[in-house]
């Protein structure tokens, strides 16, 4: 990574990484960004400041992702170059991917708000990626509304970022894309859904997993088989997150898988949208939105804080280390009774 991208990243990184010329084992000496312990980083563990999350309660999409961003203090785009990370897994309708009504609302809001530029890009688990864009009408739409978009899958190996997390549980570190580093904020768009092959639940910390390679080019290390055969999958879903500080998160929750996930499973109407500049406090509202709905046994049991994916991210000082910490903002008296309710849940 030359000069430029790396001061851009350790930027996203809140400038807390430690630089070395090092080799994993196998491969030649290249250049990494290490990301320094939670004792290192800026505030980590030690956040006391709410985390807030806008809780809107809707069936329309566009008009929650209106109103959840409004209730939200987050940097303005204007000006800015933004990267939206959405949930692309596959070419599976809401909540199995993105829905396109909330991403047409998400970059519409931030044009109107003076986004410079905005890309969109991810990396498909279970499919081609282009083909699920193309699917999904991802690239049509960012013709009809003017932004970017970036398939992961077909980068070259100089244009990803090594990163590595000191005491954590990647055998090999993980990469991910540059152009992600380089913009000037991350906005992230996830769904509320469980996941039935080892991550428990997939919000916005699991999300971030379509951020990294499956595999650099040029490289035999598999970084999805590292991640799904380790028993350590969901503290490595929360190590990645160290990777980039978001802007903003959305979670579209008017629809949710209860079991299976997370292409298809058990469908309930949730009738929310989330927005937060925290990933703990959202995903653990996440989590008990899916509590409310009757979910698996691993996502039901046990304080939501000592759900593995949580809890590393609190060692990790990712967001508010508890749930008395996390504040629910409203707009409608609707809203505000349902958010009472998950208030309750979230207490249990």
């Known amino acids: 990574m030359d000069r430029r991208g790396f001061l851009k990243s350790t930027a996203g990184l809140g400038g807390v990484v ?30 006391t400041a709410p985390g807030k999350v806008a809780f809107v309660k809707t069936r329309d999409r566009a008009a929650g992702v209106r109103r ?44 109107d708000e003076g986004a410079d530029r905005i890309t969109l890009g991810d990396r498909s688990g ?27 899958d077909e980068l070259e190996a100089d244009q990803w970022v090594r990163i590595d997390v000191e005491n954590g549980h990647w055998e090999r570190g993980f990469a991910i894309p540059q152009a992600v580093l380089e913009a000037d904020g991350i906005v992230q768009a996830c769904c509320l859904k469980t996941h039935q092959y080892g991550g428990h639940f997939t919000l916005s910390l699991k999300n971030s997993v379509g951020l990294v390679a499956k595999q650099i080019p040029g490289e035999s290390h ?3 088989r590292e991640l799904h055969g380790s028993p350590d999958m969901r503290r490595m879903i929360a190590e990645l997150n160290v990777a980039y500080d978001p802007d903003v998160i959305v979670l579209d929750g008017v629809e949710s898988f209860v079991d299976g996930g997370p292409h298809d499973g058990t469908r309930v109407e949730s009738d929310v949208v989330l927005a937060s500049t925290d990933r703990i406090a959202l995903d653990a509202v996440g989590v008990a939105l899916l509590r409310h709905y009757g979910t698996t046994p691993q996502v039901s049991e046990g304080r939501i804080f000592e759900l593995e994916q949580i809890a590393r991210a609190v060692e990790l000082g990712l967001g508010v280390p508890s749930a008395s910490q996390i504040e629910l903002v409203t707009d409608d008296e609707p809203s ?13």
Request: proline share 5%.
């Open 68 to 111: 959840a961003l409004d209730l939200v203090e987050y940097e303005p785009p204007a000006g800015r170059h933004l990267f939206i990370k959405p949930n692309f897994n596959s070419q599976h309708p809401a909540p199995g991917s993105s829905h396109e009504d909330t991403l047409r609302a998400l970059v519409e809001l931030l044009r």
């Open 126 to 152: 279970m499919d081609n990626t282009r083909g699920v864009m193309e699917r999904k009408g991802i690239f049509a739409l960012a013709e009809e509304l003017g932004f970017d978009t970036l398939v992961f």
């Open 336 to 348: 505000a009774e349902y958010a009472e309710t998950i208030r309750g849940v979230m207490a249990a």
């Open 18 to 47: 430690l630089t070395a010329r090092w080799a994993k084992a196998g491969e030649a000496a290249a250049d990494w960004v290490r990301v320094a312990p939670a004792e290192a980083r800026s505030g980590a563990g030690a956040q």
């Open 222 to 224: 598999n970084y999805m």
